[in-house]
Nanobody, 116 residues
Framework: QVQLVESGGGLVQAGGSLRLSCAASGLIFSIDVMGWYRQAPGKQRELVASVTNGRNTNYADSVKGRFTISRDNAENTVYLQMNSLKPEDTGVYYC??????????WGQGTQVSVSS
């Protein structure tokens, strides 16, 4: 089992910045990919960014150039630095961990609200 705890959400004005953190515990040695997903009201959950053990990153087109995902394996933590936030970035952000055996784990979610 892997446990994920997110922090860092909040309310910010458009153009502002937030940094999300996700701390992993449990069977952390089994984790391959960590990422952030978001879900806006009435919409499906979508991938925002992900990073592999080898630190290869992948971003949704809508956040490229504004968001940066990073991973600290020593601290078992993944971060999402969000700059130039837009109202359409509003949603619940979920941390995700995928193991080498393709098991999926989710955090409880943290709310990000961007006002115009």
């Amino acid at each position: 089992q892997v446990q994920l705890v997110e922090s860092g959400g909040g309310l910010v004005q458009a153009g502002g910045s937030l940094r999300l953190s996700c701390a992993a515990s449990g069977l952390i040695f089994s984790i391959d990919v960590m990422g952030w997903y978001r879900q806006a009201p009435g919409k499906q959950r979508e991938l925002v960014a992900s990073v592999t053990n080898g630190r290869n990153t992948n971003y949704a087109d809508s956040v490229k150039g504004r968001f940066t995902i990073s991973r600290d394996n020593a601290e078992n933590t993944v971060y999402l630095q969000m700059n130039s936030l837009k109202p359409e970035d509003t949603g619940v952000y979920y941390c995700n961990a995928k193991t080498r055996r393709s098991a999926n784990y989710w955090g409880q979610g943290t709310q990000v609200s961007v006002s115009s």
